[in-house]
């Protein structure tokens, strides 16, 4: 069964404020987790990723927090764009194939 | 242009019919997988292969095949097993299988009439 979970499927952000998206995993052997955005009709694309020796990972314009005592996983968006508009995946790992959860979808209000 | 290539985009089959999904990757990959994504799910695991010559079941293998007989290549065929074949099918590589980004193609949509 899924051992990944969104606490929200659908979020809807106004231009220009930041997004969070979360997710809760079950696997507390997991040590390796990435987020990915997937536009309509088209595949997954990398966003970031974090192993569990660390709290928080930065790239451009995003953020991810882990919790590994809540097993939560977050993604910050800063300065939310209409091209962020899409389903993000949270997916975990360790030495075995991603394990992907639902998804949330993410609309940005012009 | 390196990447991970699907075809076709679109593929339409008769019920009873089996029917293969290619996917090719040039990034000189080991691992690679294939998904399965209903409307508003996420991704399911097919089968994985982690080296050439060798593959593992996921969590949805039943009614589908795949072969590894070369590192670039790993075809899925949709069987007249698969009770629901309709869906978005994702396939992907990563260098390994652990600890590592999968890089996905642009899926293939199949709709059995």
């Known amino acids: 069964g899924e051992s990944v979970g969104l606490h929200l499927p659908t979020l809807s952000v106004q231009e220009g404020d930041n997004s969070i998206i979360n997710c809760a995993y079950s696997n507390s052997a997991s040590d390796y987790f990435i987020w990915y955005k997937q536009e309509s009709g088209k595949g997954p694309q990398f966003i970031i990723d974090?192993?569990?020796?660390?709290d928080k990972r930065q790239g451009q314009r995003v953020t991810v927090l882990l919790n590994k005592t809540v097993k939560h996983l977050s993604l910050q968006i800063a300065a939310t764009q209409p091209g962020d508009s899409a389903v993000y995946f949270c997916?975990?790992?360790?030495?075995?194939?991603?394990?992907f959860g639902k998804g949330t979808r993410l609309s940005v209000i012009a | 242009d390196g990447g991970i290539t699907q075809s076709p985009k679109y593929l339409f089959r008769k019920e009873g019919q089996n029917v293969t999904l290619s996917c090719e990757q040039n990034?000189?990959?080991?691992?690679m997988y294939w998904y399965r994504q209903d409307p508003g799910q996420g991704l399911r695991l097919i089968y994985y292969s982690q080296i050439v010559n060798d593959f593992q079941k996921g969590d949805i293998a039943e009614g589908y095949s795949v072969s590894r007989e070369k590192k670039e290549s790993f075809p899925l065929t949709v069987t007249s097993a698969q009770k629901n074949p309709t869906a978005f099918y994702l396939c992907?590589?990563?260098?390994?299988?652990?600890?590592?980004?999968?890089?996905f193609g642009p899926g293939t949509r199949l709709t059995v009439l």
């Open positions: 974090i192993r569990s020796n660390m």
């Open positions: 992907a590589s990563s260098m390994t299988s652990a600890y590592n980004e999968q890089f």
């Open positions: 997916a975990e790992g360790q030495n075995t194939p991603l394990v």
């Open positions: 990034l000189n990959h080991d691992a």
